[in-house]
């Protein structure tokens, strides 16, 4: 139904256009007004708001209500989105990206408890393997990014992505095994089961996620962020900045438990990397 209203927002009749973007300007009322409201509004007949109903592959007014009703609930902000604001030059869009990366990580900095902080590096830094577990686009991010940090430290490490991988790997875990799992909403399924399996053959387990989460319940140590949504489902979430300043942290809280053995490794990354001609000291290792 959403496609059909986008497509008679422009395509349509001048009646149709204006009813599409009276549904597009706001849905909730649409879906509780009654139709000689919407025809008043709209500055049309009933019989054309009826026919929009059914142009739109809707039995009837009644109808349609009731399926907006439905697309608001399970969809809302996502069907009906607050565009970002353009300029002739894009600045607006650069600094809707930059305000809300800025905001996630002042917000998770602030948040951070840097006493649990250093626990989990403590249980990282000693643990004899350390596996990952995240799914999803900013979940799975973190967790191969958090390989990418830790294997640097000559630390045993590898992410897992998949559901079913997770859950093999956890049930093998020990007490020399710490587990990471890193999820921004805290309800992956397969995160949060592997955690639970982890956690019951001894293995150490560390969360990032939001501290009010069903992840969170099942670890021993909670490394919490929580990001608000801001309804621009067009624009990536910055969910990403504020999971990546937790792992960017942990990172280096690790790098200072284990003192200066972590040198001689990043030595060796650089010296090899050299023969790729990627030995200038001005660039990050590895990266």
Same mark, same amino acid.
């Given at each position: 139904m959403v496609a059909n209203l986008r497509r008679l927002a422009v395509e349509g009749s001048p009646a149709e256009k204006r009813l599409a973007s009276l549904v597009f300007e706001d849905a909730e009322a649409v879906s509780l007004a009654p139709i000689?409201?919407?025809a008043a509004r709209a500055g049309? $007949?009933?019989?054309?708001?009826?026919?929009?109903c059914r142009a739109i592959e809707c039995d009837g007014v009644r109808d349609f209500k009731l399926r907006l009703a439905q697309i608001i609930a399970? +969809? +809302?902000? !996502?069907?009906? @989105?607050? @565009?970002t604001r353009r300029s002739p030059d894009d600045e607006q869009i650069i600094t809707s990206v930059r305000d809300a990366a800025t905001a996630a990580i002042e917000r998770t900095a602030a948040a951070l408890d840097m006493c649990r902080v250093a626990e989990a590096a403590q249980a990282i830094a000693s643990a %004899?393997?350390?596996?990952t577990f995240g799914s999803g686009g900013v979940s799975s991010l973190g967790a191969v990014e958090l390989q990418n940090r830790l294997f640097r430290f000559a630390i045993p490490v590898t992410a897992h992505t998949d559901g079913q991988m997770q859950r093999m790997v956890a049930a093998v875990a020990g007490?020399? !095994?710490?587990a990471v799992s890193l999820s921004a909403s805290g309800s992956a399924n397969s995160v949060v089961e592997a955690t639970r399996i =982890?956690?019951?053959? +001894? =293995?150490? !387990?560390i969360a990032i !996620?939001? @501290? =009010? $989460? =069903?992840?969170a319940r099942e670890a021993e140590i909670v490394l919490g962020f929580s990001v608000p949504g801001d309804g621009q489902v067009i624009k990536p979430s910055p969910a990403r900045y504020a999971l990546l300043t937790v792992v960017d942290v942990l990172a280096t809280s690790v790098a200072e438990a284990m003192g200066p053995q972590v040198l001689e490794g990043? %030595? %060796?990354i650089r010296k090899s990397l050299s023969a790729l001609g990627m030995s200038n000291s001005d660039r990050p290792i590895g990266d």
């Open positions: 000689q409201e919407l049309v $007949s009933e019989p054309t708001v009826t026919r929009f399970i +969809g +809302g902000f !996502t069907m009906f @989105p607050t @565009p %004899r393997q350390v596996v007490e020399t !095994t710490v =982890a956690r019951l053959y +001894g =293995a150490t !387990t !996620t939001d @501290p =009010a $989460s =069903a992840l990043l %030595r %060796r």
